[in-house]
Nanobody, 121 residues
Framework: QVQLVESGGGLVQAGGSLRLSCAASGRIFSINVMGWYRQAPGKQRELVADITEGGSTKYADSVKGRFTISRDNAKNTVYLQINSLKPEDTAVYYC???????????????WGQGTQVTVSS
């Protein structure tokens, strides 16, 4: 059973910073892509950033220059450094991993339980 456990959310003032972490555990052969999504009240879940096993990154336009995604492959952990926070960044942030539990199995996507980020103005 694969689990993704996030940490690092909280309440911060606009302009502040947070660092989110997500650790994957369980039966894992390889993790192709790890990423962060967010969902604000009344809105659809959207991709914030993701990173491949090789380190290639992708960011939503709204976070470029403020958010930085990184990963530690040895620890099966992905991080999201969030700087210059804005009230519109308020959302539940979800970790996602596209991984194989076995070398012969298909790639499946797993989600964390989410961590709340609230930015006050």
């Amino acid at each position: 059973q694969v689990q993704l456990v996030e940490s690092g959310g909280g309440l911060v003032q606009a302009g502040g910073s947070l660092r989110l972490s997500c650790a994957a555990s369980g039966r894992i052969f390889s993790i192709n892509v790890m990423g962060w999504y967010r969902q604000a009240p009344g809105k659809q879940r959207e991709l914030v950033a993701d990173i491949t096993e090789g380190g290639s990154t992708k960011y939503a336009d709204s976070v470029k220059g403020r958010f930085t995604i990184s990963r530690d492959n040895a620890k099966n952990t992905v991080y999201l450094q969030i700087n210059s926070l804005k009230p519109e960044d308020t959302a539940v942030y979800y970790c996602n991993a596209a991984l194989r539990e076995d070398s012969t199995w298909a790639v499946l996507r797993y989600w964390g339980q989410g961590t709340q980020v609230t930015v006050s103005s």
